[in-house]
């Protein structure tokens, strides 16, 4: 075209050959070429910049306020002067074909490269979008954009190579093939991660705000942050952890995730009740236990059963070991299920019940099993500190003994 050749003309008419003025022409051109693609950059940017937040000022929908912030007016601002130099780069360089084929390439891969700009900056803004929707809230959102950015890299970095080398995509994949033990060795834990995400991702494993525990890498707390490498978990005392993804499926962990979602939460623990203190409940002292309001009709039921069995079997109770008894024990644990059914903080659907576990050199271990109805942490610690003060504190009106480690005195007179 003509209007390319401006310059050529001038040069020429100043004397300058003919290798010269065309070299001096292409300068001239590529520079008013550079001038004006900053120019139509700059105006495209501005309209389309004001344009998405009138219409993310106009909307109700979030998503567009995220677009804004994501910085997508401004990829695709870019894509219009763009247009301009692929459509007229040939056209200045007619006379230089090398150099024109060179071009064409370099542009090619830079719309390549903007689009998956584009396609990122829309990813990251819909990233933003469902994580401030409760629905999404606790999906690992960032490991899903990310397996989607690496395939379109992979396609990306294809085109790229076959753009570049005037190759072909069956000869690409036998160079692929013939290095890819060394590229896997290379890449292995990007691999590994890649791999073990989608496995979290598709097996709901771990989602974020979940509470997990892993001795391994001393993570004891929540979920904040799931991503393809790594997995960041904020500890109860304030610290972080990060966890790499692979060893989500490769190691064992523990998540608390059941437990929130049920119905209650489980208290296990057991008094170590004295051997020696257990003993049969005398005729004269069922009275005073009558008296206990936990116990009252069960006594009486209990008492009529057992005084019908020792009459029908003839049983001599002057040996108060004859027959059948109660014993001050029976008695405790009987109360303890009794105080607990009674007790607003525990759920009384889920599995009660108070048991002996085999007794050890300390005692006999009497274990509480039952589960609090409030799952919270610092609620469910005041439910169970609740029932072990009234247990403990109950445990003398049973004549019964906790068992206490008797700690040897020190010698002061032989301290140095």
């Known amino acids: 075209m003509k209007i390319f050749n401006w310059a050529y003309d001038l040069f020429k008419s100043l004397n300058f ?66 247009l301009f130099i692929y459509k007229t780069v040939p056209v200045i360089l007619s006379k230089f074909t090398y150099w024109e084929d060179f071009f064409e390439k370099g542009v090619k891969i830079y719309i390549i490269i903007l689009s998956l700009w584009i396609t990122r900056s829309i990813f990251n803004a819909l990233k933003d979008y469902l994580k401030n929707k409760p629905r999404y809230s606790d999906k690992p959102i960032d490991s899903y954009i990310q397996v989607i950015m690496i395939v379109l890299w992979i396609f990306g970095i294809t085109s790229f190579v076959l753009i570049m080398f005037d190759t072909t995509m069956k000869t690409l994949l036998t160079t692929f093939g013939a290095i890819s033990a060394l590229i896997f060795l290379i890449f292995k834990d990007t691999i590994l991660g890649f791999v073990a995400s989608i496995q979290v991702s598709v097996n709901d494993m771990v989602r974020i705000g979940d509470w997990i525990t892993m001795e391994k890498f001393g993570a004891d707390g929540d979920v904040i942050e799931i991503n393809l490498a790594t997995v960041k978990v904020r500890n109860f005392d304030n610290t972080t952890t990060t966890i790499p993804t692979y060893s989500l499926i490769s190691d064992s962990f523990k998540n608390w995730r059941g437990m929130l979602d049920s119905d209650g939460r489980r208290i296990k623990r057991h008094l170590l009740i004295k051997a020696n203190s257990v003993k049969f409940i005398e005729t004269l002292d069922i009275d005073k236990y009558k008296k206990i309001q936990h116990l009252t009709s069960y006594i009486e039921h209990r008492q009529a ?31 303890i299920n009794q105080y607990i059914l009674s007790h607003p903080g525990i759920n009384k659907d889920m599995l009660l019940m108070v048991r002996y576990l085999q007794p050890t050199e300390k005692g006999i271990p009497l274990e509480i099993y039952c589960f609090s109805k409030d799952k919270t942490w610092l609620n469910y610690e005041h439910i169970m500190a609740d029932l072990f003060d009234h247990i403990m504190a109950s445990v003398i009106h049973f004549d019964l003994e906790i068992f206490e480690s008797i700690s040897t005195p020190t010698n002061k007179s032989n301290e140095k």
């Not at 040996?319 to 644990?333: A, Q, Y």
């Open 17 to 82: 050959n003919d290798d010269i003025a065309s070299y001096f022409n292409l300068g001239v051109n590529i520079i008013v070429l550079v001038l004006v693609s900053y120019v139509l950059d700059f105006l495209f940017k501005k309209i389309f910049i004001i344009v998405l937040a009138v219409i993310a000022a106009r909307t109700k929908s979030s998503f567009d306020d995220f677009l804004v912030a994501n910085k997508t007016a401004k990829y695709l601002a870019h894509l219009f002067p763009l």
């Open 305 to 335: 059963d057992i005084d019908k069995y020792n009459n029908l079997n003839n049983i001599d109770k002057t040996v108060i070991v004859n027959g059948r008894n109660l014993t001050n024990l029976g008695l405790f644990r009987k109360y």
